[in-house]
């Protein structure tokens, strides 16, 4: 079993910025790939990001590319998310996961953490 505990949300004026971090225990995240996801209300959970198992390869859905950075530190058990340019449309929580392979659907992932709420003010 892994356990994965997001942080780092909170308020943010557009523009700004955020750092979201996902803590795992129970296991070494480093024989799996690792993805972010936000869920707004009344809308379903999306793709934000995902990092193969050693970081070499990464994905990231159309509206965060250029913007948003996933990167993994295999020694700490550690995901994060840098979000630089927030838009309000950003409004979300945001969770983290892990799954055998890389995959933007959802059901491919076996771990979740319990989520993180990101609000960004126009």
């Known amino acids: 079993q892994v356990q994965l505990v997001e942080s780092g949300g909170g308020l943010v004026q557009a523009g700004g910025s955020l750092r979201l971090s996902c803590a795992a225990s129970?296991?070494?995240?480093?024989?799996?790939?690792m993805g972010w996801f936000r869920q707004a209300p009344g809308k379903e959970r999306e793709f934000v990001a995902g990092?193969?198992?050693?970081?070499?390869?990464?994905e990231y859905a159309d509206s965060v590319k250029g913007r948003f950075t996933i990167s993994r530190d295999n020694v700490k058990n550690m995901v994060y998310l840098q979000m630089n340019n927030l838009k309000p449309e950003d409004t979300a929580a945001y969770y983290c996961?892990?799954?055998?392979?890389?995959?933007?659907?959802?059901?491919?992932?076996?771990?979740w953490g319990q989520g993180t709420q990101v609000t960004v003010s126009s």
């Open positions: 129970g296991r070494t995240l480093a024989p799996y790939a």
């Open positions: 996961a892990a799954g055998t392979n890389l995959a933007v659907i959802p059901a491919q992932y076996y771990y």
């Open positions: 990092i193969v198992h050693f970081g070499a390869s990464t």
